[in-house]
Each structure stands twice: as C-alpha cells, then as structure tokens.
C-alpha cells in the first residue's frame, strides 16, 4: 500500500506540472522569467517521470520501491532512446 501511496504522490505531482506546463506555454508573457520556470518545470517532469519508472522497475523485479531515488535533471534530461 505504502508504493501506491507514493506512486499517487508522483502521479499528483506529474499531473499538477503538467498543468503548470500547459499554462506556461499558452500564457502570452514570454519573459526570461517564464522561460526558465518553464524550463525547471520540464526538467521536474523528466525527474518525476524517471522515479515513477524506478519504482515501477523495482516493484516489478521484487525489489523495494521505495529504495529508488530522485536522479539529478541533468542526468534524466540527458536520456535518449
């Protein structure tokens, strides 16, 4: 139960940047400051899509969800096929 917990935290989490991104990319204001929010935004993303798939690996092959940790963005941002 408690890696369903977590895993609905994660998803709540992706959900709301979500959001965050959608509104960021429709909001008219292009400033600097709004890109890099957008930015940090995208790179939250990439961290908590890759945690989810952490824990999802670990729950899958036995081994405890909760042992998987948040990688630094330039490491997740940086994954290609």
Same mark, same amino acid.
């Given at each position: ?28 204001? *292009? #400033? ?24 999802? #690996? *670990? ?23």
């Amino acid at each position: 139960m408690a890696e369903q917990s977590s895993n609905a935290s994660i998803n709540s989490s992706i959900n709301d940047l979500i959001a965050e991104e959608h509104e960021l990319r429709n909001n008219p204001d *292009k #400033s600097d400051e709004n890109r890099q929010r957008l930015r940090s935004v995208e790179a939250e993303l990439d961290q908590c899509w890759d945690l989810l798939r952490q824990r999802r #690996s *670990k729950a899958e092959f036995g081994d405890n969800p909760d042992e998987a940790q948040v990688r630094p963005a330039a490491e997740v941002e940086n994954y290609r096929n």
